[in-house]
């Protein structure tokens, strides 16, 4: 018998290979069943992670309204105390002029008395005792760097509070991002539901494209000179430029 | 006492009531405020300054965008402007000056250094220093 050409497939049988094409499509669809659980288990931790954004975000603002009402307290207190301050100054000055008043006054006395203790050895004793007494003049000359020391003190616990400003800046950049975030997963989790898109909330809407113009997320609180230092050179170099 | 009128603005409350302390501090009583570039607009047309301090990052309108109008205005073209700023890279030093402000201060500020600034500023155009 001529040998026929066989054919790789017996009949009602398989091919001895197996059916190549056949069972890549069975690998593939167990990946996809396996898959499809993991992707909805991504799906759900993005709806859960998109979803806390916003909480943080509210949580970020909260610091803000908190750090902005605790500075305007302090504010409120230091500019009390500032007046304070300045009141008891003018109450030194006053204490200053009577005392230039008693100082002429104890001269003119000086003069009286002069005389009557030259002659009289216990009115002399007396009177220069009366002189050296601490309350007949005087407050001590420290007293008025003492005084511009807390006044500077105060001046500069205020001038401190500018962190506040400043933290602000950067919590708003810091939110910014959050926002950003929260729309890239937003995104990705449209791309999960077919054609339903939904849109995105108020809060994100009301950003404006260009947030720049509203904050500084790179601000710093730095209190080296070496910033205002390079400012200061660069508006030099630029009056010297434009007038040159 | 200065009698210069100055504008102040800043959208940080903080900020606003820290510089008018410390303009008070050195002898400049006479102060108004304003929230952002549109509001100060709106003071300086109302209640005229000769003076205006301003702030780069505001809502509404940005401090650089009020100094662009004061600046195209006949009215203010030639007022005295101190940008005060979280915005310390030389970029934007340059395109502040630019704009031809008078002069920029890195926050946060010192008093003495703001004093600097403004009796630099009014002496450069023949106003009366504090």
């Known amino acids: ?244 | 006492m200065a009698t210069t009128k100055f504008l102040i603005v800043d959208d940080s409350l903080t900020m606003r009531r820290i510089v008018i302390n410390t303009l008070k501090s050195i002898g400049f009583e006479n102060v108004i405020e304003a929230a952002d570039g549109k509001d100060a607009m709106a003071k300086l047309l109302s209640e005229g300054a000769e003076f205006l301090i301003t702030d780069w990052n505001m809502p509404e309108m940005s401090g650089l965008d009020l100094v662009k109008w004061a600046r195209a205005s006949e009215q203010f073209a030639d007022m005295p402007i101190l940008m005060i700023t979280t915005r310390g890279n030389k970029d934007d030093v340059i395109e502040a000056m630019k704009m031809r402000v008078n002069n920029y201060i890195v926050k946060p500020f010192t008093a003495p250094g703001l004093k600097e600034k403004i009796d630099q500023i009014l002496k450069s155009v023949g106003a009366g220093a504090a």
């Open chain 1, 1 to 244: 018998m001529k040998a026929s050409r066989k054919s790789h497939v017996p009949r009602g049988g398989r091919p001895r290979g197996g059916w190549p094409a056949r069972d890549s499509l069975d690998n593939f669809l167990k990946v996809v069943s396996g898959v499809i659980p993991l992707l909805d288990s991504v799906k759900e931790s993005l709806e859960e992670s998109t979803g806390s954004i916003p909480k943080a975000s509210r949580q970020l603002d909260n610091v803000t309204k908190a750090t902005e009402s605790a500075t305007v307290e302090i504010l409120d207190l230091l500019e009390r105390m500032s007046a304070r301050v300045d009141t008891l100054g003018k109450a030194i000055v006053g204490v200053r002029a009577a005392s230039r008043e008693g100082e002429i006054r104890l001269a003119a006395m000086d003069a009286l008395i002069a005389p009557l203790a030259m002659s009289n050895p216990e009115v002399h004793a007396r009177w220069c005792e009366f002189r050296k007494s601490p309350g007949c003049l005087a407050l001590p000359a420290s007293l008025d760097a003492e005084f511009d020391a807390l006044r500077t003190d105060t001046m500069n616990i205020g001038m401190a509070l500018q962190v506040q400003d400043i933290t602000t800046q950067q919590i708003a950049g810091v939110s910014h991002m959050i926002e950003s975030i929260r729309m890239n997963l937003a995104e990705v989790l449209q791309s999960f539901s077919e054609g339903e898109r939904t849109s995105p909330p108020e809060q994100t809407k009301s950003r404006p494209a260009d947030p720049n113009g509203r904050f500084n997320g790179d601000a710093e609180y730095s209190r080296m000179p070496d910033r205002q230092e390079d400012a200061d050179e660069i508006v030099e170099r630029w009056k010297r430029g434009n007038h040159a």
